[in-house]
């Protein structure tokens, strides 16, 4: 029988992808938690508006946000930090893998000796890499909806925008994979579909702090996913074309161009 790719790709992720999902539910709980401890402290407020704009910004603080408010607190600890980089390592880890990593492992052949095309695998392990990213996302809100209310947190939060901000944090990390798979699948080398990837984030996150006060590094800012989750800041204005329609849009492309790439691509 031929294999379903999608499972199989699930399968050997599934212990790692168990522990992310508590590392997920621990860190949303713990800053969920810890609200209590700054909720009205305004001396808080005070220092954080004294922070230049281009810190402020690196934190996810509008003008005029309170960090002590809901959205600067959920903003500036968790939806402009440790949600993105936490999914963006795993898909990353995970882009990797899908082709360059298991091609390097000598596992690739044995799967392709079957009646499988390289589409079907680029297809369905693209697939499985999506699901596991919406997987961590959907603990990320479960724990979220579950505890906020607790601690007052979502007491003036619309839940369609706090849906709209774990959306557009999901399609963050997914077209950042996506030019992680690109890279792998083009050249076979999990290392370097590794670097690139990782450099165009860490570039991207420090663009978006310093453009607040470089006018000339904008154009550049506007490219990174970094920017279009940010700047946007779904939590306060909801779902929006630039942090969730965008990414998807480029997403596919760098899937199909990495895809491409490897149907013509001799293995090693």
């Known amino acids: 029988m031929t294999p379903c790719v999608f499972t199989q790709a699930i399968r050997r992720r599934a212990v790692g992808l168990t522990w992310w999902c508590l590392g997920v539910a621990a860190a949303t709980a713990l800053i969920v938690g810890a609200y209590p401890t700054v909720r009205d402290n305004d001396s808080l407020n005070s220092t ?121 944090t999901a399609a963050f990390a997914i077209v950042s994979a996506s030019l992680c798979f690109a890279a792998g699948a083009a050249t076979g080398s999990r290392a370097v579909a590794l670097g690139i990837a990782s450099a165009f984030a860490v570039a991207g996150y420090i663009l978006q702090g310093l453009a607040e006060q470089v006018t000339a590094l904008r154009p550049l800012r506007d490219i990174t996913p970094w920017h279009w989750l940010i700047s946007a800041d779904p939590l306060a204005n909801g779902f929006s074309i630039e942090a969730v329609v965008v990414p998807l849009i480029v997403s596919l492309a760098l899937f199909g161009a990495g895809g491409a790439a490897f149907a013509r691509r001799d293995l090693r």
């Open 48 to 168: 954080f508006a004294k922070l230049p704009a281009s810190i402020q910004a690196a934190l996810g603080l509008s003008p005029g946000t309170a960090l002590t408010a809901p959205v600067g607190y959920l903003n500036s600890q968790f939806f402009t930090n440790v949600l993105p980089i936490i999914l963006l390592v795993f898909a990353l880890s995970v882009a990797a893998w899908t082709i360059a990593g298991d091609e390097a492992g000598g596992t690739l052949e044995l799967l392709l000796a079957n009646p499988i095309s390289r589409f079907r695998v680029c297809v369905e392990r693209v697939g499985a890499l999506a699901v596991m990213v919406i997987l961590l996302t959907a603990v990320g809100l479960a724990v979220l909806s579950l505890l906020a209310p607790i601690v007052q947190l979502t007491a003036r939060l619309d839940a369609m925008h706090v849906l709209a901000a774990f959306i557009a």
